[in-house]
Each structure stands twice: as C-alpha cells, then as structure tokens.
C-alpha cells in the first residue's frame, strides 16, 4: 500500500470507469441486487433528471417505462450461474446512457442457457415486425397470455418495441457450460 | 354489498368499488411486485358485484402509469364488466387519460379492440 492508502491500480480502475462513463455517454451505472426499491428509486431518478433537463413528456413516460420493464425483468429473471436455476431477487447491471438522439438502457444479467432459444426468438421475431403488427401481436398477446408464476405477462419486449419504435438491441456471452450473460440494449429516441 | 377503498401508494393505484354509491374507479399509477396480490381482490369482488349488478355501471380508469404485468390485471378487471355486458346489462369504461399522453390513449384504444365492452375515451387537460 502506497503512503495515500490508495493501491495505485485501483486508482487506475477509477480513472479508467470514469473516462469509459464519459467516451460511452453513461449517466448511470450500477451492478447488483434489482429489487422493487431499487427500480422505483432509479426509475423516479431517471424521471426526474429528465425533468430538469426539460425533455420532452413523451420521451420522459417512455424512458420511465422502459426502466421500469427492464428493471422488474432482471428482478425476475435472473439464473444462478453455478446451478443456472432461478434466483430472487435477481441481480446484473443496469446503465443509462444519453447522447445527442438517444436515450440507452442497457442491462445484462445471467440467464440459463435452456432459456437462450426462446428468448432470441421472441426477440428476433419482434425485430422483424412494423409497428402495426406489433400492436396486432401486443392485443393478442394481452388476451391470449396468462401471468407467469413470477408475474410476467410475456408482453415486456413487445411493449417495448411498440412503444419506442426501436429495434431491441441484444446479444449473450457464455459465461460457462450452464449460463449466459444476456445483454439487452432499448434506444429512446430523443425528439 | 363491501366496499373497496384503496389510497393510492408509490407503486399501487387509488381503487374504489362501491356499488351502493356508483363509484367504480382505479387511478394513478400500477407497478407492484406482485400483481395479482393487489389485483385479485379488486376481481373477486367484481366477480360478486356482477351477480347482482347496478342497472348502469361506469368504471372509471385515470391511470398516470402501468406496467406490462398490471396491462393483464386492469384486462380482467375489465372482462368482469365484458360479463355484465354479455348478460345483457349496461356497462361502459370511461378511460381518462393525460391528453399529451398518446400512450395511455393507445393503452385504452387496445382495450376497447379485444373487448365487447364500451368504452368513451376522455382526454384530460394538462
């Protein structure tokens, strides 16, 4: 330990967070826990920082719902990566990112590799929809479904996509033989 | 028959049922945890309320916000008054919503769509 009490790599570290925050636009970063807390405090943070920044009504109740959809859905649907079985509440990392079009929420979390097939055809096939059939899919969806155990409607990334008229960004990495870690990107475009 | 009066919380809307008085409301905002701990009492007691209904129900939803898990309770709230309709009884849903809110208006408009239930759209001055 050096005479500042400071390793000089975690320095480092700090230095570098901050710089990466700054070259990719971050304005928010965490890693851990999502309870319901948790998404309401940053979901009422985000709403009110755009306030401040005088956005528009419409982008602000967009950004507001899509934190909060992300948010519940790594609450909810998070696996283990030793036993890739369901953890609760889940955890991962969530980031806020704002440029001159766009607001980004990202998240990553662990997921099992059973769940990858499904989750990249939902999200494929919703990538390939306009906007009229995605409100089609959003109506019957809502009709048809029934809540899952964990209290999702399966109708998040619909609702999503819909309502941002944005393609969703994703993509996963092993992590190892049993899980992913599955990275979810949603652009908000800025009027 | 009960009556139902929920106040209004952070993450949970105001709710009043109350039959005697023709008050059938949900307001504000819905993004619980848990959906179906807030929302099943609401349907249960509809499920009463519509064996021996008013002669005209009008509910009312002035919602600010909903999450994706609480679009499917507020759809079996309302297919409780798609029953009154279905059983010959006079039933509409009054959907107020913020004017500059072309969510909450689109919200409703989908609604009205997969329903046989009436709906009267009211925007509200900002």
Sequence with gaps: MEENQIDPKFTKFAYEFHTTMVDRKLMLAYEGEINQQLTKTFASMAKNTLEKDEEDNSVRRKVFHVMVECLQNIGKHTDDPDSGTGISPGSGIFLVGKTKDH???????????????????????????????????????????????K??????????????GQKIGFDFIEVNEKVDFFLLKIRIKRN | MEIINIKATDETPEVTLNAANHTFLIAG?????DVTAFYDPIVSWLSVYIQEPNDITEFVFRMDYFNTASSKMILDVILKLEHLVESGHNAVVKWCYREDDEDMEEAGEEYADIVEVPFRMIPIEV
């Design chain 1, 103 to 149: 607001y980004a929420i990202t998240t990553g979390n662990i997921v099992s590799k059973t769940r990858i097939h499904e989750i990249r055809t939902l999200l494929t096939g919703i990538n390939k929809l306009d906007p009229d059939d995605l409100k089609t899919l959003y109506k019957k969806q809502l009709r048809e479904s029934r809540l899952s155990e």
């Design chain 2, 29 to 33: 905002r819905s993004l619980p945890e």
């Design chain 1, 151 to 164: 209290g999702g409607a399966g109708l998040g990334f619909i609702d999503i996509a819909k309502k941002t």
